[in-house]
């Protein structure tokens, strides 16, 4: 009877604090602005920060794959990349890409070799677990997919009307998917063998005025359990109950597609815009699933 | 000039001792026990199988009083956050509360349901849990409204005779709990009528501040609702709390609802509620007569 007592007080403990509120002002620094870090592109995606910092992204009619170093300068990184969307780095230093020119999902090495572990699958992006464990969102057939570490892939989830963006929490349990269509992001609990449970709109985003679905695409994730989330509105982010937080506002006027924090000490958000990318200071600092244990 | 010397002093005053003006609000003998006063009985479930929130557990409580008679119906009233209304040694203390205007025949009989938001559990236990307090108080719609009617009640009611009378049928909470209530009664006024509102969150964590706008161009429903609210409540990223509720007040004014608003100095706790909650069970509850 005691211990059911402690572990009611206890769990009522988060309930009754109001200190988790994460307003603008917990992210923004007062004068940092928006950056330009580069423009001149024609499709910008797929943002990923690798264990140094460094932010790779493609430009995706050009087949092309950039690195932005820590000091800015933007480099070539691939020069076929084959429509690669979606990016991320996973353990081992790899980057991970769904290569829709081609309907493979691959990783590159640190020479821009590709590596083929997925085949016949329209990846639009993805996300990759501290085990190698693969998940990534296909648009056209509406199914979220699961590759295991030993590249053994299977449909995890069929029916969000125009899934796009997908990330995990900071404990890699919980899976969330941006519906490009709605109003909601939809959160999955992660089960041991890699399926998805319990799905259920636990975000709902800002919508803007004259839009029908919210634009929602790249998603990202905090030290603090926030997340990031590319839209028509602008950049949103919500705190770990699920709640909208703060609206940052978009630089310019194509829409923001993806998001990700990089940079030496993963203080800052970098952004793609259509035919730019821009890079923003803030107090946050950022998760890379790799780093964990 | 002595005037405004006279309201520094006060101000500073204030700011040393960080009651910003809070009155003390104490517990009267309605909220202790009393000798002679029957006790009902508090019991501890736990529902695991949600279908409307899928992967939650939770816990809850029942409270049924002494003058529970199984061959009438009872009236009932359901709080959020269950647990904190629930204990004898919190801020409200609700079957302390029961017994007493029970006991006095200032309220009806009435069974205490206290439930307890959801939790979907992590996979892992390293892993952190999709907390669901806010999606299910905070959200708009009878999405909660149904997970009562079609998973709680029910449950209750293999138990216990429950009464129909949707004005014999009551529903309260503090914060994003009050907001809940408020919605529950609003999206199925069929079969809830009576609102308890303590320190309210009828602001926009996920819309609700909308309720204000939408009461005055909405054919008024027949809820009665009492709000308590303190001036030193929250003022953040969400909302203003006190300016909040006294929108709703005054919508619910404007709209003729029967309504009972009560502002009060504290901060986003339960200490003025707790205090006030024998006279505002009592307002609430005034001239209900049980059918039958």
Redesign the interface.
């Known amino acids: 009877m005691l211990n059911r007592t402690v572990l009611f007080v206890l769990l009522l403990l988060p309930v009754m604090t109001q200190g988790q509120d994460m307003p603008l002002s917990d992210v923004l620094i007062e004068g940092e602005a928006w950056e330009l870090v580069g423009e001149g592109f024609k499709f910008t995606e797929g943002p990923a920060v690798d264990a140094v910092g460094n932010v790779f992204f493609t430009d995706v009619p050009s087949d092309k794959i950039y690195k932005v170093g820590l000091d800015g300068a933007v480099t070539t990184f691939v020069d076929e990349s084959h429509r690669t969307s979606g990016m991320i780095f996973g353990p081992n230093g790899k980057l991970y890409g769904c290569r829709r020119g081609l309907k493979q999902i691959v990783t590159y090495d640190e020479r821009g070799n590709a590596t083929v572990i997925a085949e016949n699958v329209d990846g639009n992006d993805l996300v990759v677990n501290r085990e190698g464990g693969v998940y990534f969102t296909e648009p056209s057939t509406q199914q979220i997919w699961y590759i295991s570490p030993s590249t053994e892939k299977r449909v995890v989830d069929h029916g969000i009307e125009k899934l796009n963006g997908i990330i995990l929490w900071p404990d890699q349990r919980t899976l969330v998917v941006a519906d490009t269509a709605g109003e909601n992001l939809w959160a999955f609990r992660i089960e041991d063998d890699g399926s998805l449970r319990y799905k259920q709109p636990y975000y709902t985003m800002r919508l803007t005025r004259g839009q029908e679905g919210s634009g929602a695409d790249g998603l990202t994730v905090d030290t603090m359990g926030r997340l990031y989330v590319a839209t028509h509105a602008g950049l949103q982010f919500f705190d770990t109950q699920g709640r909208i937080s703060g609206v940052i506002a978009n630089p310019n006027d194509k829409r923001i597609s993806n998001v990700t924090f990089g940079g030496e000490k993963l203080d800052t958000l970098f952004i793609t815009c259509g035919n730019r990318v821009f890079r923003r200071k803030t107090q946050a600092t950022g998760i890379r699933f790799f780093d964990a244990e | 000039m002595r005037l405004l010397l006279t309201t520094a002093l006060l101000l500073v005053g204030c700011f040393l001792t960080g009651s910003k003006g809070a009155e003390q609000y104490t517990l009267g003998p309605d909220s202790q026990r009393q000798e002679g006063v029957p006790r009902g009985q508090v019991t501890?479930h736990e529902l695991t199988d949600s279908q409307v929130?899928?992967?939650t557990v939770r816990?809850y409580w029942v409270y049924v009083p002494e003058q529970y008679d199984a061959a009438k119906p009872a009236c009932l009233m359901v709080f959020q956050?269950g647990?904190?209304y629930a204990k004898e040694d919190g801020q409200f203390r609700v079957p302390i509360v029961f017994d007493n205007l029970i006991h006095k025949g200032d309220m009806p009989v009435t069974l205490g349901i206290f439930i307890?938001?959801g939790?979907?559990p992590?996979?892992?236990p390293?892993?952190?849990a999709?907390?669901n307090?806010?999606?299910e108080y905070?959200?708009l719609g009878d999405q909660y409204a149904t997970f009562l009617l079609n998973e709680i009640l029910p449950a209750v009611s293999k138990d216990y005779n429950l009464t129909t009378d949707p004005d014999g049928r009551a529903i309260g909470g503090i914060s994003s709990g009050g907001i809940c209530a408020w919605t529950v009664a609003w999206e199925r006024p069929e079969a809830f009528r009576k609102v308890l509102s303590h320190v309210g969150s009828f602001t926009n964590?996920?819309?609700g501040h909308v309720y204000a706008a939408m009461i005055r161009k909405t054919d008024p429903k027949p809820i009665r609702v009492f709000l308590q609210e303190g001036e030193n409540d929250?003022d953040?990223?969400?909302g203003n709390w006190p300016l909040a509720n006294r929108q709703m007040a005054a919508s619910l004014k404007f709209a003729g609802y029967d309504y009972k608003f009560v502002m009060g100095t504290e901060g986003?706790n339960g200490k003025h509620g707790g205090a006030i909650l024998p006279e505002s069970l009592r307002w609430l509850w005034r001239d209900y007569k049980p059918q039958n």
């Open positions: 501890q929130y899928p992967g816990d956050d647990g904190n307890n938001p939790v979907i992590p996979s892992s390293t892993a952190v999709r907390r307090r806010s999606f905070d959200s964590i996920r819309g929250l953040n990223l969400h986003h």
